[in-house]
């Protein structure tokens, strides 16, 4: 957190004043209107990691306590769905030595999930993997499958992780998987009366993110004006709120969220109650 | 009705206040009237055909403000607590209590004391930003000679060699608006893209006005390029409208680009895009592809990430390395979406008028950024 560091944070009493302050904005933010799907592409770990002469490991490891901080404001505010861009099917092309390392570290991260369940219970949150499994390692995927089993039950709030996903390998999967229907269909319907009820809603339908609302916010950080092949069908509406940020991953935090948050609804009541005039 | 249906979802609250909100968004012309919530009515606070006046009460209206009510009061939070400690009160009562009402409006009123304070900061910032841009706008004229363009251009250690604009249609009642405007500025466009050495340009409208009004696109392109360049060295152009398959050449059909006596090749190739060739293409292409599986002639493995590109690419072009939106916000306007995977995408808060400055700089962003696929 960028305020964290500034010589205010030496007063006494400054984080507890800091804790007050936020949950007295977040109530009040729950009692307008709040975004129903919050998209996260998690960018900048390793340039962090470089900036501060630390492991790229470390860095990563950053990355992750800030989104657990940006997780717990987002459904603190009672943000519905929340997608976050774990990890890219081109990052494969990184070097081995990292690829496992990341590997490593998201089946740690999400063993622990499933052992303390602490987040999950709390916020009752719905684990949804979207993306390739089949390109990932074994204990990688049984680690999310038995997550995704253990939180199905809940209702509350999804958490959607990305993993090993693009769009575009998304978009095929949803053009492919229709094709599939149609060759099991045959019995059922008519091949040309279900080629003629294919429309964007039944691509929508078959793509990972199905079961999500609306996404309404997307937020890239490290200062890139790129979408990098994540949620493409989603984000190329009008409408959708696309904040690219100047900071790396690691700085983001909950102050930074609850801005974005405000700036969205201050849009939404503009429109409201300007534009419909 | 209502009462039941508030019963069996007071577990989720917070899942309930969600959809219930969604609602509110849907019916927003009712929503602007004031809500009273169940409890003020109860106790006769408001007036009774005020009450009525809502539609379908149970539904919209109160149910809405209730599960707002009730998912502020988190069951963790010291309120509930304090709540439970007062005698006589009924733990499974469902009715909000008054002092949570209390609560909620407070914390509205924060809400709205907030959003008013923003919108002092972002009226200052609007200040601010139409300032800049004006005085980008002076700094960096064009001033219809490609000479200028070429010296801003060469000091950049790299350019895009597709790039797409997003242009919309304004009324017909504003400067520069109207189709006339549009087909001006895309114009416009190209002469800088000429002059800066860019051979490929496509130009976004999401009604797709500009693919009915070709002939007259061209003509004005061509009058602009004369005007950049000098009536006996106008450069020859390519029009497409991918999606009816169209290709014009120049500026009239019966154009003779030998009697120009000038190099016949074209340098720029302009393609007219519009939401046409976003969702429904992909959709058309899931038809066809549905279409040719069930004659046999397609196996469903076969659908791959390369084969999908290929046929967009044929349909609708090759993705752009920059777009540029001349647009206030950043409003992607359904653009295709296969086709905005790597782009650098600019825009400049607060413009919405087609600017050498924004053209510009959105050059100047691209030369400086970095392209790793994955890496």
């Known amino acids: ?277 | 009705m209502a009462e039941t249906l508030d019963k069996s979802t007071t577990a989720n609250a917070t899942g309930n206040q969600l959809t219930s909100s969604n609602n509110s968004n849907d019916n927003s012309k009712n929503d602007n009237m004031l809500e009273y919530p169940e409890i003020l009515k109860r106790k006769g606070f408001v007036p009774k055909d005020l009450s009525r006046s809502t539609k379908n009460p149970g539904k919209t209206g109160l149910s809405t403000t209730r599960n707002l009510i009730r998912s502020y009061v988190n069951p963790s939070t010291l309120v509930n607590d304090v709540v439970d400690l007062i005698p006589g009160h009924d733990k499974s009562s469902e009715e909000p209590n008054f002092r949570e009402v209390l609560g909620y409006y407070f914390f509205h009123s924060i809400l709205f004391i907030m959003l008013f304070f923003f919108s002092f900061y972002r009226g200052v910032q609007y200040v601010g930003n139409r300032l800049k841009l004006r005085f980008l706008s002076i700094a960096y004229n064009p001033s219809k000679s490609p000479q200028i363009i070429r010296d801003d251009v060469l000091k950049l250690p790299k350019i895009p060699k597709r790039v797409s604009s997003v242009l919309s249609l304004k009324p017909d009642q504003d400067e520069g608006g109207g189709v006339e405007g549009l087909i001006n500025d895309s114009s416009e466009i190209t002469a800088w893209c000429v002059a800066a050495g860019i051979q490929y340009l496509s130009i976004y409208e999401y009604n797709g006005v500009l693919k009915q009004r070709v002939p007259e696109l061209r003509r004005s392109i061509h009058k602009k390029l004369s005007q950049y360049f000098g009536v006996n060295y106008v450069p020859n152009f390519v029009v497409k409208v991918p999606c009816l398959n169209l290709t014009f050449n120049g500026v009239d059909d019966d154009f003779d680009v030998q009697s120009q006596g000038f190099n016949n090749k074209p340098v720029i190739e302009i393609s007219l895009l519009s939401v046409r060739d976003g969702r429904s293409t992909i959709v058309d292409l899931t038809k066809t592809m549905a279409d040719l599986a069930v004659k046999n002639e397609l196996v469903v493995d076969d659908v791959t990430i390369d084969l999908v590109d290929k046929q967009l690419t044929n349909l609708v072009g090759v993705e752009p390395d920059l777009i540029i939106l001349f647009s206030p916000n950043l409003d992607l306007q359904s653009y295709p979406p296969w086709h905005i995977r790597l782009s650098e995408i600019y825009w400049e808060p607060d413009n919405d008028e087609v600017n050498y400055s924004v053209f510009l700089r959105a050059l100047q962003k691209y030369s400086t950024c970095k392209v790793n696929v994955g890496k």
Not at chain 1, 90 to 119: A, G, T
């Open chain 1, 1 to 277: 957190m960028s305020l964290g560091s500034s010589w205010i944070s030496t007063f006494p009493g400054y984080y507890q004043a800091l804790e007050v302050l936020k949950s007295i904005v977040t109530s009040a933010l729950k009692t307008g209107k709040i975004p129903q799907h919050v998209a996260f592409i998690m960018d900048g770990n390793r340039r962090f990691a470089r900036k501060h002469h630390i492991e790229v490991k470390e860095g990563h490891n950053e990355g992750f306590n800030s989104l657990a901080e940006i997780l717990d404001i987002c459904y603190k505010c009672n943000v519905k769905a929340i997608s976050i861009y774990a990890f890219s099917i081109e990052n494969f092309k990184r070097s081995p030595f990292e690829v496992k390392n990341l590997m490593k570290l998201c089946e740690r991260k999400f063993q622990q999930i499933i052992d303390h369940n602490d987040l999950c219970e709390k916020y009752g949150i719905k684990l949804i993997v979207s993306g390739d499994l089949s390109l990932l390692p074994d204990s990688l995927k049984n680690v999310l499958t038995n997550a995704q089993e253990l939180t199905k039950n809940n209702s509350n709030a999804i958490l959607n992780i990305c993993i090993p996903y693009t769009s575009r390998d998304d978009i095929t999967h949803s053009i492919r998987d229709i094709n599939e229907n149609n060759q099991n269909n045959k019995v059922i319907v008519s091949p040309q009366n279900y080629i003629d009820s294919i429309d964007e809603d039944c691509i929508s339908k078959h793509l990972y993110t199905k079961d999500l609302p609306p996404l309404d916010i997307l937020v890239r950080t490290s200062n890139i004006h790129r979408l990098s092949d994540f949620m493409l069908w989603e984000t190329h509406l009008t409408g959708i709120y696309i904040q690219f940020l100047d900071i790396l991953w690691p700085e983001f935090g909950a102050i930074r969220m609850i801005w974005i948050i405000l700036k969205w609804s201050f849009i939404q009541y503009y429109n409201q109650y300007f534009k419909s005039i």
